[in-house]
């Protein structure tokens, strides 16, 4: 059939139950639960198995700006109400929480997973942190963490600094502490943080930040104590950065801004001077202003972006070149999110279920396994699948099945 008689891609699934528009979307658990963030601060994970929610609660006093998670039981929430939340939530504690959505609620109360950590930070750049794990040793006491609560390796967390919001902070968590600031815009007029990330080398950390004057930049610390260092600088937008995505293989991150381009920008290693080389390595003209929430999969192949005409655009990481445009939602689209690229499902013995007797034939012990197997295929497909989920301004969370 010729491409152009082909009827428009449809999402898999739509999740429905937000009030407010979706800023955040995360994958969690290996890609069994996605957890969705909104402009009133209510925070939902949905099991990908059965596309309902086990978990719904009020995070923030205001619109949740980015999510994130730390091992599989620790849900990081940042908001608009200058905090960033740790939140313990296992899977045995889901069933204590309320599962009723927002727009079924009445009342504006609900119960809360155990907090287990509340930083106060900057969120007057609409900025949301960055997150890498802690490359550095480190002895955490048990008086910083609740008794029978497992202790997950340390995080640094990078956010916009409270008082110079052209500064970065980094601080590192369970210990709470802020362990050193950047001051990013005292070498070039950028002005605010805009987007966030950061990552760690051997003994290094980089972070990588977007600007309110279309200027990217990445910076590193060659150790804990040392100073920082810029690395590379370039503006390539002639409006703020939106939003900012690092490759895994760390060769690369790209950019979209509130302008039409997308730029890939190269990482460069430590010892690298590119002071008067700093040019990027791709720019894309895309004819499309407004793009934010990019994501790259995980497998490096593809990147996506949430467009405020609705639209969501899938790009390949090699040539920047434009493969898909998703059409669904009617209003403007602010969040992406890619599950974890991971191997085919598991081939299950059937050989139970084929040799089983008729129904009323069947013991207790033989239906519990059935279910299992059931629950298990299920489990399995919702794990292999190559989501995409896209938050939306009308509330709504559609789910594609995409390469």
Known sequence: MPSQHLPPAQPAYVLRGHTAQVHGLCFARENQRLLSGDADGWVVSWTLAYKRPVAVWKAHESAVLGLGTWGPD????????????????SSEQENTLDK???????????????????????TLNFCSFGLCFSNQAYDISQDLVPKATVVEKPILVAVPNA???ANIDIFELPSE????????????????VMTLSVYTQLDRLYVIAGYESGHAAVFVQKSR??????????QSHSQPVLSLAVSRT??????SSADANIVKHPLPELGVNLKNESKPMKILQSKHSGQQGLQIRSDDKIFATAGWDARIRVYSTKTLKELAVLKWHKDGCYATAFAEVVGSPTTFDDTVAQT???????????QSLIMRTVQQRRDEKAQSTHWLAVGSKDGKISLWDIY
Not at 177 to 192: A, F, Q, V
Not at 250 to 255: A, E, K, L, V
Not at 356 to 364: C, K, N
Request: charged fraction near 20%; aromatic fraction near 10%; hydrophobic fraction near 40%.
């Open 250 to 255: 760390y060769g690369y991150f790209i950019t």
């Open 225 to 234: 104590k040392a100073a920082w260092e810029k690395l590379y600088m370039n």
């Open 100 to 122: 009723s959505l927002p727009a079924d609620k009445s009342v504006e109360a609900s119960r809360q997973p155990w907090i287990l950590h509340v930083l106060a930070v900057n």
């Open 356 to 366: 089983l007797e008729p129904a009323e034939e069947v013991d207790f012990t033989q």
């Open 74 to 89: 620790r849900i990081i929430t940042h908001g608009r109400d200058n905090k960033l939340i740790v939140w313990q939530l």
């Open 177 to 192: 502490r802020r362990l050193s600031t950047i001051c990013g815009g005292n070498m070039t007029n950028t002005g605010m």
């Open 163 to 165: 008082i110079e919001s």
